[in-house]
């Protein structure tokens, strides 16, 4: 931990977006900082000032007056920009500039391949000219500022452009992935009563078709509030299949749907003008979902200010995507990772859409559309990189990843020898640069920056303008020890509110109960302050997971992340879980799960070596009382460990009580834990 695995050369931090944005701050505000962390102090405690610069740097512009940047300085109910108004849609397409660089030269909007390969670029004004003709059609269907649209599609170019033309008109945006079960997406949908749907007829995964037109018409008939269904048909469906898969699927319409058509005919129209509703700051965007895999998805508005300001930060000055950068990020649509990819939109990028399953055939795929598509920031998921060190991969020797500038990790922390195999067997001279936010506020806490060296296992820097702290339990900020995740300040992307949340109680009990006037975020985290080269000061972070699955032994908290680290760094382990059931009355029991390398079983000796590296890289208090092996570790469509479902399962609760088989992507893998559960307590209640 701590050893400086990369550091950027002189030009590196010269071409580097915030280094640009702080000339700026000297020529135009007289404001001149020695290095990244005073840069963020001054963001966070003159939040204002900060968040004017933000909008001003980046052309922000609003036909009606506002009086200031933040009229409520609470958390939460925070006021901004009231009275500017401002549309996400034309924030895009006002940054795509057409696709037209300073030099002349032009690149696409979106690269899209998928497990069959290649299909052709889309060019801004295509883009442009499809999201007016949508616009137009669903105005012609009724839809008005406000209603809801809900799409049902994977990670295709269809879904990019049919959100762009959702939020020009005002309506409000969601989406769930086809590999959600009709429960999970009905738990979604049926919550903010929508008026129109955009579904897909199937989708192509793993090397396999599947059809969904019997999902969505059961999904229809439990949806009244839908009038219009527009149907898409991706690249790589099934040939035979009819020509109108609207035809096919308007016969078996409930009697609420007035009509069903074709996406094709929909963005049809040649001479289509895109015309944005200007909107208030606030008016909501889009909504996502927690991951409802333990209750109902709670339904968090994001507003098309805030997504649109923080987007454009997050992406330039923290990610350092320029205009006409190709962009990547590994993602589902229904994982809000696919709206921080559309933010690449904001900044005139190009957006490289893959859709499929990153390891099939095998793990080269993702690396194999980098080099051939030229991509200079590549990001995905910390698994999709465990996974790639696990099966051996060598990107840098298969691959040209010549234009390849930039990397990004997240979903959960990624282990050390991750960032060692990405330096050894990616990219010597590539900046890494994870981070953590999440779906709560469409936003980052911990970034990364390429002005500062890259440390292994840690991540570089809080994001500009979240004052991100690390709490004990009676509210004081520690550094360099391990404490609860907060924001102290108001973020512009943090929800609106939650839909249908009577009195924002559910949004008050989610991030401020537990220290109010400041954002609880549910994660573990470590400031790590370091002396720099230059005689600048950074702290950087590390996260240790949730702080609801905290492991407690011996009257010793931790993170489970720590052991997970140790674990999986064993070649034979492919992927682990723990869990720490604590009793009333009696002892613990700390069972821990592993997913083992084909070819290997769980024999003492493994056993031995792998509480042996639990016990070296932690302690002989976290030595778990019991080994199991298991086909897989249960995870959310977004990839999280499911700990505390697991746990709860193993205390006893009922599986329908603790998980939502829909909202996970391997639902069968509860069955084995349930199946323990069964036996702890049969043995618990049998003869003594």
């Known amino acids: 931990m701590n050893d400086i695995i990369w550091r950027p050369t002189a030009e590196r931090i010269e071409r580097a977006q915030v280094t640009a944005y702080r000339a700026w701050l000297v020529e135009t505000r007289g404001l001149s900082f020695d290095g990244y962390e005073s840069l963020w102090h001054w963001s966070v405690e003159s939040l204002e ?63 899209f391949r998928d497990e069959l ?54 309506a409000v945006w969601s989406v769930c992935a086809p590999d959600m079960g009709p429960v999970g997406v009905l738990d979604r949908f049926r919550q903010i009563e929508p008026k129109a749907l955009i579904t897909c007829d199937g989708y192509r995964y793993g090397g396999k078709a599947y059809d969904r037109a019997d999902t969505v018409v059961g999904l229809l008939e439990q949806l009244p509030t839908v009038r219009t269904v527009i149907v898409v048909r991706p690249a790589g469906r099934d040939a035979s299949a009819a020509a109108s898969p609207a035809a096919a699927l308007a016969q078996r319409m409930p009697a609420h749907v007035e009509r069903c058509v074709d996406w094709a005919d929909c963005i049809a129209a040649a001479d289509a003008r895109l015309r944005c509703t200007p909107l ?18 709670k339904a968090i508005v994001h507003g098309h200010g805030g997504a649109a300001l923080v987007g454009i930060k997050d992406t330039r000055l923290q990610l350092d995507v320029a205009f ?19 933010a690449a939109l904001l900044c005139g990028a190009t957006v490289c859409n893959y859709d499929g399953k990153a390891g099939v055939p095998d793990w080269t795929p993702l690396w194999r559309l980098a080099a051939e598509r030229e991509i200079d920031f590549f990001g995905a998921g910390a698994a999709f990189y465990a996974s790639c060190l696990k099966a051996g991969v060598e990107p840098g020797r298969d691959f ?26 990616v990219k010597s001279d590539v900046w890494l640069g994870p981070i953590s936010g999440g779906t709560d506020l469409a936003a980052a806490f911990i970034c990364g920056t390429p002005i500062l060296p890259v440390r292994v296992g840690e991540m570089q820097c809080r994001g500009l303008g979240a004052a991100v702290a690390a709490f004990d339990d009676a509210g004081r900020p520690l550094v360099d020890e391990v404490g609860e995740l907060v924001c102290t300040e108001p973020i512009p ?6 839909w249908n949340d009577e009195g924002d109680r559910r949004l008050v009990e989610s991030y401020y109960d537990t220290y109010p006037g400041a954002w609880r975020h549910g994660d573990w985290i470590r400031l790590v302050p370091h002396d720099e080269d230059d005689g600048t000061r950074s702290l950087g972070a590390v996260i240790y997971g949730r702080s609801d699955a905290t492991i407690n032994r011996h009257g010793i908290r931790m993170g489970t992340a720590e052991l997970y680290r140790a674990v999986e760094a064993l070649p034979e382990v492919l992927d682990s879980l723990v869990v720490d059931l604590e009793y009333l009355g009696r002892e ?55 700990e505390l479902p697991v746990k709860k399962l193993l205390m006893g ?26 036996r702890r307590a049969a043995a618990d209640t049998g003869p003594t």
């Open 49 to 111: 000032d900060f968040w004017q610069s933000i909008w001003d740097y980046f052309g922000f512009a609003s036909a009606t007056p506002y009086a200031r940047v933040l009229d409520r300085h609470v958390m939460p109910g925070a006021k901004w920009f009231d009275g500017a108004t401002i549309n996400y849609t034309a924030e895009v397409f006002r940054n795509g500039r057409g696709g037209v660089g300073a030099d002349g030269r032009m690149h696409p909007a979106i690269v």
């Open 117 to 170: 390969g290649d299909r052709p670029d889309i060019a801004w004004p295509e883009l442009e000219r499809r999201v007016a003709a949508l616009a137009a059609e669903l105005v012609a269907c009724g839809i008005v500022t406000g209603d809801r649209v809900v799409a049902y599609l994977p990670n295709v170019p269809e879904t990019i452009v049919a959100f762009l033309a959702v939020a020009s008109i005002g």
């Open 280 to 297: 208030p700051f606030d008016h909501p965007l889009w909504i996502v979902y927690s991951s409802g895999t333990t209750g109902t998805p």
């Open 324 to 342: 006409g950068d190709r962009f990547h990020w590994y993602s589902s649509s229904g994982w809000i990772m696919w709206n921080s990819q559309v």
């Open 400 to 425: 040209d990843l010549s234009r390849l500038r930039s990397l990004g990790s997240t979903g959960s922390p990624l282990s050390e020898d991750a960032y060692r195999w990405i330096y050894g067997h």
């Open 493 to 498: 992307s943090m929800p609106l509110f939650f």
């Open 588 to 642: 613990s029991w700390m069972p821990l799960f592993v997913v083992l390398r084909d070819g290997h079983g769980l024999d003492d000796a493994l056993v031995a070596r792998i509480n042996g590296e639990i016990r070296k890289a932690l302690s002989a208090r976290h030595v778990p009382n019991d080994v199991f092996a298991i086909a897989s570790v249960p995870r959310t469509l977004s990839g999280k460990k499911l």
């Open 653 to 678: 609760q009922s599986l329908d009580k603790v998980v939502n088989r829909d909202a996970m992507s391997n639902p069968e893998s509860m069955d084995w834990f349930v199946a323990l559960a069964a």
